[in-house]
């Protein structure tokens, strides 16, 4: 048997000064059961092997309280009747506390107090590694937060995140973990065995969001889209887990948001098409995989072609025939679109200048703007320099951007807009009516014209909700002295009611589809253009 003999320093650390313990089964009763077994194990082998450990542990005082110890031990002797073991004890509590607090504020997102990003990600990698029957990633997305950060700034912003993680709290409960998973994104690991507890939670999250947020005497609707996916049914990995929660939380949003979205083998071929097209397109650009098509801008009082708009289209040989609905969402996301849109604006003046070599005149030809490209400090040079090469004056392009760009309150914003108006393009704001209307901001930005969005044109003249939008547009634009262009002309109905809009300029299929280049110069021919 083997007899402890402790100093004073180690019955202390223990909280059995009044008390030593008489055996080494005694001593071993002080130490946490999650770390006993291991204490006995390098015991045992001490007495048998010799040698020396050293341990961390966990000990359990008489009055309950738990301390942390470093234990280090050392065999003197080999025979196993006369092996003598000396060591020290450590109370390493402190030390422990502080490391634990370290890791905490690492894991932990500081506006919210949830887990952050790494946090969340290392606890659902320790659920996948203790093979339990099964648990569920559920990822949430606040819908239009990012407009109300905008708009407010960023100490509402603030405000509503710390709001929303309230409510994810209450929803998700002792169910599961939620973390913030990064800006408006939130995400939660829940243990699902009976498979029905994630779809339980998420429909909590839906119904809570429906109610509006309040700040500085305000109320806001932000309502949330989630995406579920199980494991191992959606995925073994973590990385798998998360994308495909993300891909059905994107589905949710797409269905009409504030709705929840379990993952389907269709997501998933949706999410290997999108690896296939981003993975092509990092290429296409080298490639000379992308053209060009021109839709004629036209009078709408005689049809006569006015100018064009250029639409871009890929052709990858692997892929085939890609519109841009299938590629540039990804684009936007993967950043190439910046590449993308400097190419389309040299493209466009190169063939604008061909076609005046040619002897023919549209007025201008229009290229969309994306809001990641119109945020790189060099778009006016880019302008500057395509105009220059192809010894095109300013008002032979058009630059049409998303709405997005009008909430952009910055200085930035405002030079960007005015080095473009110095160099004498037309500047246009796209789908006018769609996105954010921020009216001030239009009335304050030296831009040209707006873009009817077709999405309202559809609807007139039988549809009241269409038909006033369309003429709140119209009044806009006339008392700003704006130019309106309305997209997606298809009747003679929609003609006539734009025509008794005062709108005069237009586009659709009522009087051409998208052009190649060679169309678009024999559709000018036959109009003596």
């Not at 659902?124 to 407009?147: M, N, P, Q, S």
């Not at 929303?164 to 800006?183: K, S």
Request: hydrophobic residues 40%; charged residues 25%.
């Amino acid at each position: 048997m083997i007899r402890p003999s402790l100093t004073d320093e180690a019955l202390r650390i223990i909280g059995r000064s009044d008390d030593p313990p008489r055996s080494l089964e005694s001593v071993m009763e002080q130490i946490a059961d999650e770390d006993r077994q291991r204490v006995r194990e390098a015991v045992e082998s001490l007495v048998r092997d010799g040698g020396a450990f050293d341990l961390e542990v966990r000990l359990r005082r008489a009055s309950g309280e738990l301390r942390w110890a470093r234990l280090i031990g050392q065999a003197e002797g080999r025979a196993p009747m006369t092996t003598r073991i000396t060591g020290t004890l450590q109370d390493i509590t402190q030390r422990r506390q502080i490391e634990e607090a370290l890791r905490s504020q690492a894991r932990t997102d500081p506006l919210t107090g949830l887990y952050n990003r790494d946090g969340i990600l290392g606890e659902l990698e320790r659920r996948l590694g203790d093979a339990r029957d099964g648990c569920t990633v559920i990822y949430i997305d606040l819908d239009r937060f990012k407009l109300v950060n905008d708009l407010l700034g960023h100490a509402a912003g603030d405000q509503l995140l710390i709001s929303a993680a309230r409510r994810l709290e209450r929803c998700v409960g002792e169910d599961g973990l939620l973390a913030r998973f990064g800006g408006d994104e939130f995400l939660a690991v829940v243990d699902d065995a009976g498979r029905d507890a994630a779809e339980t939670i998420a429909a909590r999250i839906t119904q809570a969001f429906s109610e509006g947020f309040r700040y500085a005497g305000e109320e806001f609707s932000i309502t949330a889209s989630v995406g579920l996916a199980r494991h191992p049914e959606h995925g073994r990995t973590v990385q798998q887990l998360v994308n495909n929660a993300d891909a059905a939380m994107y589905d949710a949003k797409r269905r009409g948001r504030n709705t929840w979205q379990v993952f389907t083998p269709e997501l998933e071929r949706q999410q290997y098409d999108r690896v296939q097209v981003e993975a092509q397109l990092r290429r296409a650009l080298d490639n000379d995989e992308f053209r060009l098509v021109y839709q004629p801008l036209v009078s709408l009082d005689d049809g006569r072609t006015f100018g064009a708009e250029a639409l871009i289209r890929w052709h990858s040989p692997s892929l085939g025939e890609l519109p841009p609905d299938r590629f540039i969402s990804h684009a936007e996301t993967t950043g190439d679109i910046v590449h993308i849109g400097a190419w389309v604006i040299g493209a466009a003046c190169r063939q604008m200048a061909d076609w005046r070599g040619a002897g023919l005149m549209p007025s201008r030809v229009a290229v969309n703007v994306s809001y990641r490209q119109f945020l790189t400090e060099d778009l006016p040079q880019i302008i500057a320099r395509a105009l220059d090469e192809h010894g095109l004056p300013g008002s032979s392009l058009e630059l049409e951007f998303t709405e997005r760009v009008l909430i952009e309150d910055a200085p930035d914003t405002l030079r960007t807009f005015q080095a473009l108006r110095e160099l004498g393009v037309v500047l246009t704001i796209d789908d006018f009516g769609e996105g954010y209307s921020a009216l001030n901001y239009l009335r304050r930005l030296p831009i040209h014209g707006l873009k009817l969005s077709q999405a309202f044109l559809q609807g007139v003249p039988g549809n009241p909700s269409d038909v006033a939008i369309c003429q709140a547009v119209a009044g806009i634009a006339r008392s700003l002295g704006l130019e309106v262009v309305a997209e997606g002309v298809e009747n003679t109905a929609q003609r006539t009611f734009l025509l008794d809009l005062g709108i005069h300029l237009g586009q659709g299929f009522l009087f051409a589809k998208p052009l190649s280049p060679d169309e678009f110069a024999a559709h000018l021919r036959r109009q003596g253009r």
